[in-house]
Protein backbone atom coordinates (compact mmCIF):
# COMPACT_ATOMS: atom_id res chain seq x y z
CA UNK A 1 0.00 0.00 0.00
CA UNK A 2 1.14 3.61 -0.61
CA UNK A 3 0.49 4.72 2.45
CA UNK A 4 -1.99 7.97 3.49
CA UNK A 5 -1.12 10.18 0.99
CA UNK A 6 -1.51 13.84 1.07
CA UNK A 7 -1.33 16.98 -1.80
CA UNK A 8 0.20 19.06 -2.27
CA UNK A 9 2.80 18.67 -0.52
CA UNK A 10 3.55 22.74 -0.25
CA UNK A 11 1.21 25.13 -0.75
CA UNK A 12 2.12 29.39 -0.84
CA UNK A 13 -0.81 31.64 -0.74
CA UNK A 14 -1.31 35.01 -0.37
CA UNK A 15 -3.86 35.92 2.54
CA UNK A 16 -7.82 36.19 2.01
CA UNK A 17 -7.53 33.40 -0.63
CA UNK A 18 -9.12 29.53 -0.58
CA UNK A 19 -6.83 27.07 0.61
CA UNK A 20 -7.91 23.48 -0.11
CA UNK A 21 -5.47 20.34 1.18
CA UNK A 22 -6.68 16.50 -0.14
CA UNK A 23 -6.14 13.36 1.80
CA UNK A 24 -6.37 9.86 0.81
CA UNK A 25 -6.25 7.48 3.49
CA UNK A 26 -5.08 3.53 3.45
CA UNK A 27 -7.91 1.20 1.94
CA UNK A 28 -9.67 -0.27 4.69
CA UNK A 29 -9.08 2.36 7.34
CA UNK A 30 -12.32 3.76 8.53
CA UNK A 31 -11.06 6.27 10.11
CA UNK A 32 -9.46 9.56 9.17
CA UNK A 33 -8.08 11.99 10.97
CA UNK A 34 -6.62 16.03 10.49
CA UNK A 35 -4.04 17.84 12.43
CA UNK A 36 -1.84 20.75 12.30
CA UNK A 37 0.91 21.29 13.70
CA UNK A 38 3.23 24.53 14.72
CA UNK A 39 6.28 25.20 16.55
CA UNK A 40 4.06 27.26 19.12
CA UNK A 41 0.91 24.86 19.46
CA UNK A 42 2.78 21.47 18.12
CA UNK A 43 0.22 19.15 17.37
CA UNK A 44 -3.32 19.48 17.36
CA UNK A 45 -6.32 17.36 16.26
CA UNK A 46 -8.65 19.31 14.19
CA UNK A 47 -11.33 16.70 13.13
CA UNK A 48 -11.66 12.89 12.76
CA UNK A 49 -14.18 10.56 10.60
CA UNK A 50 -15.54 7.17 10.75
CA UNK A 51 -16.56 6.02 8.12
CA UNK A 52 -16.92 9.05 6.27
CA UNK A 53 -19.05 10.75 8.99
CA UNK A 54 -17.32 13.56 11.41
CA UNK A 55 -17.17 13.06 14.73
CA UNK A 56 -15.68 15.14 16.39
CA UNK A 57 -14.17 18.80 15.05
CA UNK A 58 -14.02 20.19 18.61
CA UNK A 59 -10.49 21.38 17.52
CA UNK A 60 -11.33 22.76 14.47
CA UNK A 61 -10.22 26.54 15.37
CA UNK A 62 -12.55 29.00 13.43
CA UNK A 63 -15.37 28.70 10.80
CA UNK A 64 -12.95 29.66 7.91
CA UNK A 65 -12.22 26.26 8.09
CA UNK A 66 -14.04 22.75 7.01
CA UNK A 67 -13.61 19.47 6.22
CA UNK A 68 -14.86 16.79 4.24
CA UNK A 69 -15.02 13.10 3.10
CA UNK A 70 -17.61 12.49 0.76
CA UNK A 71 -16.08 8.64 0.32
CA UNK A 72 -13.91 6.93 1.84
CA UNK A 73 -11.03 7.33 -0.02
CA UNK A 74 -10.57 11.26 -0.07
CA UNK A 75 -11.10 14.09 2.53
CA UNK A 76 -10.59 17.72 2.02
CA UNK A 77 -9.57 20.56 3.91
CA UNK A 78 -10.54 23.93 3.21
CA UNK A 79 -9.78 26.97 4.42
CA UNK A 80 -11.45 30.54 3.60
CA UNK A 81 -10.45 32.70 3.69
CA UNK A 82 -6.69 32.05 4.73
CA UNK A 83 -5.00 34.21 7.33
CA UNK A 84 -1.17 34.05 7.78
CA UNK A 85 -1.49 32.40 11.27
CA UNK A 86 -3.10 30.04 9.26
CA UNK A 87 0.97 28.72 8.28
CA UNK A 88 1.67 25.46 9.49
CA UNK A 89 2.19 21.78 8.68
CA UNK A 90 -1.28 19.92 8.18
CA UNK A 91 -1.08 16.15 8.99
CA UNK A 92 -3.90 13.44 7.45
CA UNK A 93 -3.91 10.19 9.53
CA UNK A 94 -6.12 7.13 9.08
CA UNK A 95 -6.57 4.17 10.96
CA UNK A 96 -8.33 0.84 11.51
CA UNK A 97 -11.25 0.42 13.77
CA UNK A 98 -9.67 -1.28 16.29
CA UNK A 99 -9.45 0.99 19.36
CA UNK A 100 -5.87 1.87 20.43
CA UNK A 101 -5.23 0.92 16.55
CA UNK A 102 -2.13 2.71 15.10
CA UNK A 103 -2.82 5.72 13.51
CA UNK A 104 -0.62 5.82 10.02
CA UNK A 105 0.83 9.49 9.11
CA UNK A 106 0.87 11.43 5.86
CA UNK A 107 3.89 13.27 4.46
CA UNK A 108 1.99 16.15 5.91
CA UNK A 109 1.51 19.70 3.58
CA UNK A 110 3.54 22.54 4.61
CA UNK A 111 0.97 25.84 4.06
CA UNK A 112 2.59 29.48 4.02
CA UNK A 113 0.11 32.35 3.71
CA UNK A 114 1.51 35.20 3.42
CA UNK B 1 -8.48 19.56 29.76
CA UNK B 2 -6.06 16.54 28.48
CA UNK B 3 -2.16 17.88 28.40
CA UNK B 4 0.96 15.61 27.77
CA UNK B 5 4.17 17.43 28.62
CA UNK B 6 7.79 16.51 27.72
CA UNK B 7 11.50 18.44 28.11
CA UNK B 8 11.82 20.32 24.27
CA UNK B 9 15.71 18.71 24.39
CA UNK B 10 17.69 16.04 24.70
CA UNK B 11 21.26 15.68 24.45
CA UNK B 12 23.60 12.43 24.40
CA UNK B 13 26.39 11.14 23.23
CA UNK B 14 26.34 8.35 20.57
CA UNK B 15 26.25 5.26 21.95
CA UNK B 16 24.51 6.39 25.09
CA UNK B 17 21.42 5.48 26.63
CA UNK B 18 18.45 8.62 25.69
CA UNK B 19 15.89 8.54 27.97
CA UNK B 20 12.93 10.83 26.95
CA UNK B 21 10.21 11.74 29.65
CA UNK B 22 6.46 12.56 29.55
CA UNK B 23 3.86 13.13 31.53
CA UNK B 24 0.08 12.92 31.09
CA UNK B 25 -3.17 13.91 32.45
CA UNK B 26 -6.04 12.09 31.65
CA UNK B 27 -5.65 9.40 33.71
CA UNK B 28 -8.81 7.02 31.65
CA UNK B 29 -5.91 7.32 28.93
CA UNK B 30 -5.76 2.93 27.96
CA UNK B 31 -3.07 3.78 25.50
CA UNK B 32 -0.06 6.04 25.19
CA UNK B 33 2.07 5.98 22.02
CA UNK B 34 5.70 7.03 21.73
CA UNK B 35 5.82 8.63 17.43
CA UNK B 36 9.14 9.48 15.46
CA UNK B 37 9.74 12.61 13.33
CA UNK B 38 11.89 13.02 11.17
CA UNK B 39 12.85 16.20 9.35
CA UNK B 40 10.47 16.78 6.79
CA UNK B 41 8.00 13.92 7.41
CA UNK B 42 5.02 12.45 8.79
CA UNK B 43 4.91 10.94 12.33
CA UNK B 44 5.87 7.11 12.60
CA UNK B 45 4.75 5.06 15.89
CA UNK B 46 7.82 3.49 17.38
CA UNK B 47 5.41 1.65 20.08
CA UNK B 48 2.81 2.00 22.32
CA UNK B 49 1.88 0.45 25.92
CA UNK B 50 -1.12 -0.33 27.22
CA UNK B 51 -2.28 1.56 30.54
CA UNK B 52 -2.33 -1.91 33.01
CA UNK B 53 0.99 -3.01 32.23
CA UNK B 54 4.47 -1.06 33.40
CA UNK B 55 7.01 -2.02 30.76
CA UNK B 56 7.48 -3.08 27.42
CA UNK B 57 10.35 -3.76 25.50
CA UNK B 58 11.09 -3.64 21.53
CA UNK B 59 14.75 -4.34 20.62
CA UNK B 60 16.63 -1.18 21.46
CA UNK B 61 13.65 0.42 23.25
CA UNK B 62 12.20 0.56 26.41
CA UNK B 63 8.75 1.89 27.47
CA UNK B 64 7.97 2.25 31.69
CA UNK B 65 4.74 3.53 32.75
CA UNK B 66 4.29 4.98 36.22
CA UNK B 67 0.59 5.08 36.48
CA UNK B 68 0.20 7.11 39.41
CA UNK B 69 2.50 9.76 38.82
CA UNK B 70 0.93 9.92 35.44
CA UNK B 71 4.75 9.29 33.70
CA UNK B 72 5.58 7.65 30.48
CA UNK B 73 9.25 6.87 29.50
CA UNK B 74 11.03 6.23 26.23
CA UNK B 75 14.93 4.35 27.01
CA UNK B 76 17.15 3.87 23.74
CA UNK B 77 19.80 2.01 24.08
CA UNK B 78 23.07 2.43 22.04
CA UNK B 79 21.60 5.47 20.84
CA UNK B 80 22.69 6.09 16.77
CA UNK B 81 22.68 8.97 14.36
CA UNK B 82 20.01 7.74 12.55
CA UNK B 83 18.00 7.88 15.94
CA UNK B 84 18.33 11.70 15.79
CA UNK B 85 14.49 13.17 15.70
CA UNK B 86 11.71 14.46 17.37
CA UNK B 87 9.94 12.09 19.29
CA UNK B 88 6.45 12.62 20.53
CA UNK B 89 4.43 11.29 23.74
CA UNK B 90 0.84 10.36 22.94
CA UNK B 91 -2.30 9.76 24.63
CA UNK B 92 -5.84 8.78 23.44
CA UNK B 93 -7.78 11.80 23.43
CA UNK B 94 -11.35 11.37 25.44
CA UNK B 95 -13.88 13.91 23.31
CA UNK B 96 -16.92 15.32 24.09
CA UNK B 97 -19.35 12.50 22.90
CA UNK B 98 -17.44 9.88 25.26
CA UNK B 99 -15.35 8.49 22.27
CA UNK B 100 -11.93 8.20 22.45
CA UNK B 101 -10.23 7.84 19.07
CA UNK B 102 -7.74 11.33 18.27
CA UNK B 103 -4.81 11.68 20.33
CA UNK B 104 -3.44 14.55 22.48
CA UNK B 105 0.16 14.59 21.65
CA UNK B 106 3.17 16.29 23.61
CA UNK B 107 4.96 18.94 22.26
CA UNK B 108 7.60 16.41 21.39
CA UNK B 109 11.53 16.04 22.40
CA UNK B 110 14.14 17.31 19.90
CA UNK B 111 17.27 14.23 20.37
CA UNK B 112 20.49 15.73 19.48
CA UNK B 113 23.34 13.14 19.26
CA UNK B 114 26.58 14.17 19.86
CA UNK B 115 29.22 12.27 18.08
Known amino acids: DAGVIQSPRHEVTEMGQEVTLRCKPISGHDYLFWYRQTMMRGLELLIYFNNNVPIDDSGMPEDRFSAKMPNASFSTLKIQPSEPRDSAVYFCASKLPQTGAEQYFGPGTRLTVT | GEDVEQSLFLSVREGDSSVINCTYT??????LYWYKQEPGAGLQLLTYIFSNMDMKQDQRLTVLLNKKDKHLSLRIADTQTGDSAIYFCAEILTNSGGGADGLTFGKGTHLIIQP
Open chain 2, 26 to 31: DSSSTY
